[in-house]
């Protein structure tokens, strides 16, 4: 629901906050776990402009898994309340600000769960046109949100060097696997959404509930070693392929946040079927969310953008995921990760991930120095950026996700 919190016109007296440009305005106000320079012990903050704000200190919120296990009306209404403090100056409020450069940005909270889907039709598409030319999406896609589970332990925040996995790869058919670093590492540009209150196990959350089970969103890269996943997926889906590393954005921008931002979506294709009733669809489920995935070789001073995409592509809602994701009755917990799955989009422009955009590394990437790229290499910096825009609202900015692989 829209209310004074999304007026565009509302500014803060934390004046980074109101660049035409800036991530975090006051209509944003994003939540992260952070620590303050020589503080033992984490605070919940929140984002406003190039400062964060201590929460803990100023409403008394011990921890964001108090903030994420609350009602959806009770976070509404802190997050109105942050709205007026940060809107209203007063002495005693800017000793509560640490500058972003100087605090330790956590992850957000301990990732309880992690399920990763493959929600974008276009990256199911252009990857099984990879393997099945004439049949690239299995019968399920179209009827239900394919997933599959994830290991929290190896969700990491931002910054987080990324260690080259090893594993077990059969490049040669006619020989035994070997054990060895991955040769083809890659990303996967995605939205990351946490949950918030869970369902009883047994319950499946229906579609006009799911949003009360939504807190907010992130950038989420699945980072991905193709030739272990090429070795080891079938019959059961990837596995090490995927659990060495997940890195998220540090900051949990709220639904409430992205109320602006809910659109249509993508429609279906007439030819396409419905979904079943238990995962038909809200009139504005999506949300229009621009992501962009940007690389940076140790030889760059800066990196360059290697594609832009939409979450309101995606073939099925966040909401859907959720519902989908329970139609069993399995427990939603407060903190558990969902993963969009590589956002993709139907241009070459637009493909979330270097299997992808160099399409099994047959089509090279350029990059300004002269050098090529078909997976990572060592010393690759991935850094994905996440915003949404819409007339007659302020842009709002996710951060950015970043990680450099190292040997
Ligand atoms: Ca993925």
């Given at each position: 629901m829209l209310d004074e919190t999304h007026d565009p016109s509302l500014r803060s007296w934390v004046e980074s906050a109101n660049r035409p440009d800036a991530d975090f305005p006051i209509q944003n106000l994003p939540f992260a776990t952070f620590r303050r320079p020589e503080a033992e012990n984490p605070v919940l903050g929140v984002a406003i402009g190039d400062q964060v704000l201590d929460v803990t200190e100023a409403f008394g919120i011990d921890s964001i898994e108090t903030l994420m296990s609350a009602p959806r009306g009770r976070r509404a209404e802190l997050r109105r309340r942050i709205s007026r403090f940060l809107s209203r100056p007063s002495s005693a409020a800017e000793t509560m600000l640490t500058p972003m450069a100087s605090a330790e940005l956590l992850l957000p909270c301990e990732i309880r769960d992690y399920t990763d889907f493959y929600?974008?039709?276009?990256?199911?598409t252009n990857v099984g046109r990879m393997f099945r030319p004439d049949s690239p999406l299995l019968p399920n896609y179209k009827?239900?949100?394919?997933?599959?589970?994830?290991?929290?332990?190896?969700?990491?925040?931002?910054?987080?060097?990324?260690?080259r996995p090893w594993g077990q790869t059969a490049e040669n058919p006619a020989g035994p696997p070997i054990y060895g670093p991955s040769r083809r590492l890659d990303y996967e540009l995605e939205l990351g959404m946490f949950t918030g209150p869970g369902n009883a196990i047994g319950e499946p959350i229906p579609?006009?509930?799911?949003?009360?089970?939504?807190?907010?969103?992130?950038?989420?890269?699945?980072?991905?070693?193709r030739d272990i996943q090429t070795w080891e997926y079938q019959p059961l889906g990837p596995f090490l392929s995927k659990s060495f590393a997940t890195?998220?954005?540090?900051?949990?921008?709220?639904?409430?946040?992205?109320?602006?931002?809910?659109?249509?979506?993508?429609?279906?294709?007439e030819s396409d079927p419905q979904p079943l009733p238990h995962l038909s669809p809200g009139a504005a489920d999506a949300f229009d969310i621009t992501l962009e995935a940007w690389l940076r070789s140790a030889r760059m001073q800066e990196p360059m953008r290697v594609s832009r995409s939409n979450v309101s592509s995606l073939y099925w809602t966040l909401a859907q995921m959720v519902t989908h994701h329970s139609s069993n009755g399995c427990p939603m917990r407060t903190g558990g990760l969902i993963g969009s799955g590589t956002v993709s989009g139907p241009g070459k422009e637009n493909r979330g991930c270097l299997l992808e955009m160099t399409w099994r590394g047959t089509e090279p990437l350029e990059l300004p120095t002269g050098e090529v790229r078909r997976f990572l290499e060592d010393g690759d910096e991935v850094i994905l950026r996440g915003w949404c825009e819409a007339p007659g609202f302020r842009r709002i900015g996710l951060g950015d996700c970043r990680g450099v692989i190292t040997g």
């Open positions: 929600a974008s039709i276009h990256h199911a009827w239900l949100p394919v997933a599959y589970h994830g290991r929290a332990s190896s969700v990491v925040v931002s910054g987080t060097p990324v260690r579609m006009d509930h799911a949003a009360g089970h939504m807190v907010g969103v992130c950038l989420l890269n699945d980072w991905s070693a890195s998220i954005s540090p900051w949990v921008v709220t639904m409430e946040a992205l109320e602006p931002f809910r659109c249509a979506g993508e429609s279906r294709p």
